[in-house]
């Protein structure tokens, strides 16, 4: 049986390549393979550890501020720092309005077109689309008047001839189950969220000087100022803006995007028995109520949730029990590829054994990706909204417990369906639901704060080097909008001495390990029914239901690489 | 192409009014730096464009500039530019993947030789033969040789397509390089940055479709209406650099009240950017606005030339004033890496060399404009 190739998976961040083999219209084998490499970790030795963040920032544009965070927080960790209040609610109001930003971009940019026809738009009667509109959500843009004008700019597109970005697309696939109503809502909601998400980041041009790539981290704190008395810090005046954002985001979620969604599932409901792959779920947890060493004070809680079993409390994470594995990936270890290393032993030398390009399919026995395989005790884990939301439901998260529960009534199926592709889609909407509301919270606690006096931004006394202990090593860790995401640095003579990060996409990207098991995406593409191989839709929404981010997955360790070809650069 | 309406018609079927478009113009005017009776030669232009078509590559990347494209600022600016080209390869973005996606970018280069804009994205790695980016079985470095190599022009947006940027920092695992090192003698504008500011991709976009040519630059490829002044020219913290007024710790007095970051490593004097006069997202702030440093981002190499980010540079003069901001503040200044002389900086300044948006010479000296030692040299390994 021929092997399907898709390359590039488009509308994700970054280089994936799916090969897959289908048998009787389903999937029965895949493998997952990211096809770019920077080695990052190898440029960021020897330099200082408090530039990394900045360095680590740009493993990826789209998930951007997360390896920021990150990193900062693995290099206060291994100095033992404590950020001032102010920097902790201000680091968490950013985090959450990247969670927000991020996962309706992902709905609305990266994932829609999967279930949503745009030319199927073309026939519908945007009265029907009003009625539709005005049955699910009280958001004001839903006369006829306006989605017949919408319609128009569609019409006037497509007769302009130039289809642009959406040339070659997979419309009037049999896959595509919404009425051509329902599709114009779609479509409308796709133009409204990309000037919303323009709008509401704003917030983090206002608190990190840009977006994408914030700039104002700093190891110890912030740096930006609070000062009710300044007119450049923060001051009631841009608290009051940010509480605008707030509201902005939480309008928009509760009133376009989970309306959507819920309308959007309720035609594909067959797909919340498909996709669900490993059903094993790691988090480390994030948004710290207190200080970064009390997990047990966290927003999201940390935990492992094992064999999709939601009757028990998770299990304790431990990172030590990390481990990453070469087998199938183009590094080698110098104690053989069957072994794995905890990241903090990480040691990578990157050896591409693949076809010499331009190839038409990689030797998937062997070894075939730049991504690395971490497990957790031996075990491939995903990770993600979808994992979070089952950890904090296993471990009696009142609100995310209440709101799944919502949710799975409203579309009349019950927790086992969280298990799946659509699943995947659920909970990344219940998360940002919830996000919206705690990120109102945050502004107001920073208000709090400041309204009692606290103007410390910045812990300083372990800024400069002279203070720093010969030796030290950290680990940094949040939950990402794609999921549990972790730095390791080693610091010596104030230089970093090795540097690591084990990202979302890597666990859930990963190739098979030593024991020949699959990542979550190869799992969870077992069985995925796919009607036309030339036309692979279906594996498209799978994949794309885990928001793939590649640029972040692709690490390489330390410096131990063999010397590599180096061309002039003039 | 013949039929395909004007950019005009276009927003007027998406609701945008002949005054926002005139307004819109007029913005752009002012981003390129150039007298306000240009507004009318732009809108002329662009009601008679057809859409341009545009394929975006991304090889070495992080889709950070992609971002920054979807954050166009003016509320009609990202619908002008949607509507003004053909996107007809992007792959954060695009409907179709795998073999349909490669059909848009086959498509139009078979439709439009030398016809279509390429915007790159990311580094290329031209190590082993290439292997360490493909797509779609392809090595990043022949698909960028094709597709720029029978471009209208080329647009290498962000640092890692401009000089290599971060996979090119020391010591280069991947031998990676930017477009006009992978494809030399193009026609080619460089938008260096950290992404670059989407205000400047619109106006090469704009002034291209206007002029029907591309805007001038410097030496080293990059617009002069974008990067052509020092932000320390025209930041508003000048006064306080001025006075001798510096952030001594993050969150002091000085800190709040907005006073100059020089001495926590600000890289302002030695970058050549507008960011001062457009800021970013909309002008909602920029780095120094929120308090941190420039990191020189615009800047060649910036990865190995302007870090650590946070050692001060040595030796800027105070001016108007004649003493060193060293004389001014209170500390010693501590070991520097970076590898520019600041002299050189001052002495361009001073000279009033200052250039004019279209035509204009680049200033000569200034030292953002003189390449690096080759990568691999510099500190940081």
Known sequence: ?570 | MADAMSLEQALYHRGVTRRQFLKFCGLMASVLALPPRFAGTIATSLQAAPRLPLVWLEFQDCAGNTESFLRASNPTVSQIVLDLLSVNYHETIMAPAGKQAEQSLEDTLTNYPKGYLAVVEGAIPMGEDGVYCTIAGRAARDIVREVCGNALATIAVGACAWDGGLPAAAPNPTSAVGVKDAVPGITLINMPGCPMNVVNLTGVIVHYLTFKELPATDQLGRPLFAYGQLIHNYCPRRGHFDAGRFVEEWGDAGHRQGWCLYKMGCKGPQALSNCPSVGWNDATSWPIGSSHGCVGCMSPHFWDTRTPFYERLPNVEGFGIEVTADQLGLGVVAGVTAAFGAHAVISAVRAGVQPIARHGQPPDQQSDTREPPPSGNSNGS
């Open chain 1, 1 to 570: 049986m021929a092997k399907l190739v898709i390359d590039p998976i488009t509308r994700i961040e970054g280089h994936l390549r799916i090969e897959a083999v289908v048998e009787g219209g389903r999937v029965k084998e895949a493998w997952s393979s990211g096809t770019m490499f920077r080695g990052v970790e190898i440029i960021l030795k020897g330099r200082d550890p408090r530039d990394a963040w900045v360095f680590t920032q740009r493993f990826c544009g789209v998930c951007t501020t997360v390896h920021a965070l990150t990193s900062v927080r693995a290099v206060e960790n291994a100095l033992n720092i404590t950020i001032p209040e102010n920097a902790r609610i201000i680091r968490n109001i950013i985090d959450g309005a990247q969670h927000i930003q991020d996962h309706v971009i992902h709905f609305y940019h990266l994932h829609a077109l999967d279930w949503v026809d745009v030319v199927s738009a073309l026939q519908a009667d945007p009265g029907e689309t009003a009625a539709l509109a005005q049955s699910i959500s009280t958001w004001p843009k839903s006369s006829a008047n306006y989605f017949k004008s919408v319609q128009d700019r569609v019409k006037t597109f497509v007769e302009s001839g130039q289809l642009g970005l959406f040339a070659n697309g997979y419309w009037g696939h049999p896959a595509y189950q919404l009425p051509p109503a329902a599709n114009l809502l779609g479509v409308a909601h796709y133009l409204e969220a990309l000037d919303w998400q323009r709008e509401f980041i704003k917030i983090h041009a206002m608190l990190g000087g840009k977006n994408p790539h914030l700039q104002t981290y700093l190891v110890g704190g912030m740096a930006i100022p609070v000062d009710p008395n300044s007119q450049i810090a923060i001051n009631a005046q841009r608290i009051a803006q940010m509480k605008q954002w707030a509201a902005m985001a939480r309008d928009f979620v509760e009133q376009v995007y989970i309306p959507d969604l819920l309308a959007i599932a309720s035609f594909y409901k067959d797909w919340a028995a498909i996709g669900g792959g490993l059903g094993n779920y790691l988090t480390y947890g994030d948004f710290p109520r207190r200080t970064i060493d009390q997990p047990a004070e966290f927003w999201i809680p940390r935990g492992v949730v094992l064999n999709k079993n939601l009757a028990t409390a998770p299990a304790a994470m431990e990172q030590e029990r990390i481990a990453e594995y070469v087998t199938h990936s183009w590094y080698t270890y110098a104690g053989g590829d069957a072994q794995g290393k905890h990241p903090w032993q990480g040691e990578t030398s990157p050896r591409y054994t693949g076809p010499k390009p331009p190839f038409e399919f990689l030797d998937t026995d062997a070894k075939y990706s730049w991504l690395k395989a971490p497990r957790y005790d031996d075990t491939p884990m995903e990770v993600g909204p979808l994992a979070r939301m089952i950890v904090s439901y296993a471990a009696g998260h009142p609100e995310v417990r209440a709101t799944v529960d919502g949710v799975l009534q409203q579309l009349g199926v019950g927790p086992e369906a969280l298990f799946s592709t659509l699943g995947r889609v659920a909970a990344r909407g219940i998360e940002t639901l919830l996000m919206t509301r705690e990120l109102d919270r945050w502004i107001d606690e920073l208000a709090a704060n400041i309204g009692r006096g606290d103007l410390a931004i910045h812990s300083g006394e372990r800024w400069r080097p002279e203070s720093w202990p010969a030796e030290a090593e950290g680990w940094g860790f949040m939950e990402a909008p794609r999921g549990a995401l972790g730095h390791w640095v080693r610091i010596k003579n104030s230089k970093i001495e090795n540097y690591q990060a084990v990202v979302p996409s890597t666990w859930n990207g990963s190739p098979r390990d030593a024991r020949g098991q699959p990542g979550a995406y190869e799992a969870s593409l077992i069985d995925t029914p796919v009607a036309d191989p030339e036309q692979p839709l279906e594996i498209l929404r799978t994949i794309h239901s885990f928001d793939p981010c590649l640029a972040c997955a692709v690490h390489v360790l330390n410096g131990n690489g063999r010397e590599l070809t180096r061309i002039q650069v003039v």
